[in-house]
């Protein structure tokens, strides 16, 4: 790795993400360098594929849902299909150490899947049937899921007009933090990132 480039990185981006130290910020590049594994290319050209970033999900934070793993990809990336270590630190630094807004924004992001600004009645029907499937070995019944989107409209839409906006939701999340995840878990659980920390700010290429 050219250290030049490497030290020119660090700097740019710990002028846009606050929440690393220098060194962090230098060991998550390594980490996704070590991801990529494209040796033949530029350090700012290398770019982390929805693939690789979804084994990375599983692997390193113990997530297994498809759907809010190709979401959070998305999150992450700014919809050309390829992040870059930029796009991956400043979505770590949600993940790891985010404060309640970003992550309120975040997760938000991840649940309105047609990028319109609201989360639907059908992206809420969609992503409960997805969770509901993956978590339990009988088959939820249409019906049934509909109903559990009756009650979340219920309970979250105060304008009902069956479509949740940011405001609405974090209206209902600030009431009620449990609803931050209501849709499916798109953050890794806090000893997860502490146990991701401890080994990538110690071993970065592992």
């Given at each position: 790795?050219?250290?030049?480039?490497?030290r020119k990185l660090v700097e740019s981006i710990s002028k846009t993400v606050k929440s690393?130290?220098?060194?962090?910020?230098?060991?998550?590049?390594?980490?996704?360098?070590?991801?990529?594994?494209?040796?033949?290319?530029?350090?700012?050209?290398?770019?982390?594929?929805?693939?690789?970033?979804?084994?990375?999900?599983?692997?390193?934070?113990?997530?297994?849902?498809?759907?809010?793993?190709?979401?959070?990809?998305?999150?992450?990336?700014?919809?050309?299909?390829?992040?870059?270590?930029?796009?991956?630190?400043?979505?770590?630094?949600?993940?790891?150490?985010?404060?309640?807004?970003?992550?309120?924004?975040?997760?938000?992001?991840?649940?309105?899947?047609?990028?319109?600004?609201?989360?639907?009645?059908?992206?809420?029907?969609?992503?409960?049937?997805?969770?509901?499937?993956?978590?339990?070995?009988?088959?939820?019944?249409?019906?049934?899921i509909e109903e559990l989107v009756e009650k979340m409209l219920k309970k979250m839409d105060?304008?009902?007009?069956?479509?949740?906006?940011?405001?609405v939701f974090e209206k209902a999340v600030k009431e009620e933090t449990l609803l931050l995840?209501?849709?499916?878990?798109?953050?890794?659980?806090?000893?997860?990132?502490?146990?991701?920390?401890?080994?990538?700010?110690?071993?970065?290429?592992?």
């Amino acid at each position: 790795m050219d250290q030049k480039a490497l030290r020119k990185l660090v700097e740019s981006i710990s002028k846009t993400v606050k929440s690393f130290k220098k060194s962090e910020v230098e060991c998550l590049i390594r980490l996704f360098h070590s991801l990529v594994e494209r040796d033949d290319v530029r350090l700012h050209n290398n770019v982390l594929d929805r693939n690789t970033f979804r084994a990375t999900l599983h692997n390193l934070f113990g997530m297994t849902d498809d759907m809010l793993m190709k979401r959070v990809f998305f999150a992450f990336d700014k919809n050309d299909n390829c992040m870059n270590v930029k796009e991956w630190i400043k979505g770590l630094s949600v993940f790891l150490r985010g404060t309640f807004e970003e992550k309120l924004k975040f997760c938000f992001k991840v649940y309105y899947l047609n990028s319109d600004g609201y989360i639907s009645r059908e992206e809420i029907f969609d992503m409960l049937k997805n969770s509901l499937h993956q978590q339990s070995s009988e088959k939820e019944t249409d019906g049934g899921i509909e109903e559990l989107v009756e009650k979340m409209l219920k309970k979250m839409d105060y304008d009902n007009d069956g479509k949740i906006s940011f405001a609405v939701f974090e209206k209902a999340v600030k009431e009620e933090t449990l609803l931050l995840e209501v849709f499916g878990q798109c953050l890794p659980e806090a000893k997860i990132c502490l146990d991701f920390e401890a080994l990538a700010f110690t071993h970065p290429d592992f």
